[in-house]
């Protein structure tokens, strides 16, 4: 089959673009190869469980397509359509492809997803939703594992919407949002956050609590409350001597209560010597206080943010031009915003949000979103 599985109008051999230049496996790789229908387990709502969860007969639970990826002849990808309730633990190295609208949720208390032992796991288009006890997170990530999602939603959990206490979690193009505890609680865990919004997490958007932390590109919003919030949009405290960056973020109307240690509801960050630049940080608020000293960043903390906008007045914000502040929320940036060639610290982020290219006119501009030149 190639790197080169699909005929395009001149009958010339090229990288397949989606599933359905692969009618065989259903499945287009990243190299742009096709991948063997051996490869894979197959499972469908409405399947039937059974050994092999092929193509032709497939299963109806993701657990038994797991126990198929591991079974005699193992198979490193797991192809999945529909709505499933059930518990998953995953401890084994695969990939999970799902089809547009398959959903994840559980019934019973305990995470939805969990991911444990030595496993490396990428997941791709899955909707993880609705963990039914108090506290239980979406996806739990523990042992040395090391999850990658892309282009995933997590949201309405009763607890975190990820809990990572593993080696990694990285996170591209996805949604966290509208979960009762945090986003994301990142726990002596290296974290990779980009191009993904975060946004109306009742207990805070994100925390880093030892490891390191690599977050570009994001929109991180409204997250906290100011009755019970410890953590507004983002609390950033990683293990000492670790690299860690955070550049190119729209950080806005985030929420935390007052009276509490680390009081900002933007961005918390007290790292020596740590710079994060190019971000927009505005609008959020102690308390609904946007205009004290602390709402956005720690005043006195060591972190600095060169070229970015850390703002608290109606004025301010409103140069942003943000295309909608009220829902649905877009903090993307129109023509005429006081962020566009704005962001002067030299960086190696060359895309945005969208994967629009940095810069667009002669200077890139603060935030997720580069406005695109016409």
Do not use: W
């Amino acid at each position: 089959m190639g790197t080169k599985p699909a005929c395009n109008t001149d009958f010339a051999c090229e990288a397949c673009d989606s599933a359905a230049d692969c009618p065989e496996s259903d499945i287009c790789l990243p190299s742009g190869a096709c991948a063997a229908e051996t490869d894979v387990a197959y499972v469908v709502a409405g399947g039937a469980d059974n050994p092999t969860c092929s193509k032709a007969a497939p299963c109806s639970k993701l657990a038994s397509g797991l126990a198929a990826v591991t079974g005699a002849t193992p198979r490193p990808f797991l192809k999945t359509k529909g709505s499933f309730d059930e518990a998953v633990v995953i401890a084994r190295n695969v990939t999970i492809l799902a089809e547009p609208g398959t959903k994840l949720t559980r019934n019973t208390d305990g995470a939805i997803l969990t991911i444990n032992g030595t496993s490396v796991v990428e997941i791709n288009d899955l909707e993880i939703h609705d963990s039914n006890a108090g506290t239980d997170p979406g996806i739990n990530i523990g042992g040395t594992s090391e999850l990658t999602l892309k282009r995933v939603t997590v949201s309405e959990n009763r607890g975190n919407g990820i809990t990572c206490q593993g080696k990694s979690l990285t996170v591209f193009g996805s949604k966290i949002v509208d979960n009762e505890g945090q986003g994301i609680s990142s726990t002596v865990c290296k974290l990779t956050l980009s191009s993904s919004t975060i946004a109306f997490n009742t207990l805070g958007g994100i925390t880093v609590n030892g490891g390191s932390f690599d977050i570009t590109n994001n929109f991180v919003f409204e997250n906290g409350d100011r009755t019970t919030a410890l953590a507004g949009g983002a609390q950033l405290f990683p293990m000492a001597g670790t690299t860690n960056r955070f550049e190119f973020n729209t950080v806005v109307d985030n929420h935390v209560r007052a009276n509490i240690a680390a009081p900002a509801a933007g961005v918390v960050c007290d790292i020596a010597g740590f710079t994060a630049p190019n971000n927009i940080i505005v609008g959020n608020d102690i308390n609904g206080d946007e205009l004290g000293v602390n709402a956005n960043i720690v005043a006195t903390a060591m972190c600095s943010f060169p070229s970015s906008t850390i703002a608290g007045l109606p004025e301010d914000i409103a140069a942003l031009m943000f295309v909608s502040e009220r829902d649905p929320r877009n903090y993307r940036l129109k023509a005429g915003s006081s962020a566009i060639g704005t962001a002067t610290t030299p960086s190696t982020v060359t895309v945005d949000f969208d994967g629009d290219a940095r810069p667009q006119g002669t200077g890139a501009d603060r935030g997720a979103d580069e406005l695109k030149a016409p």
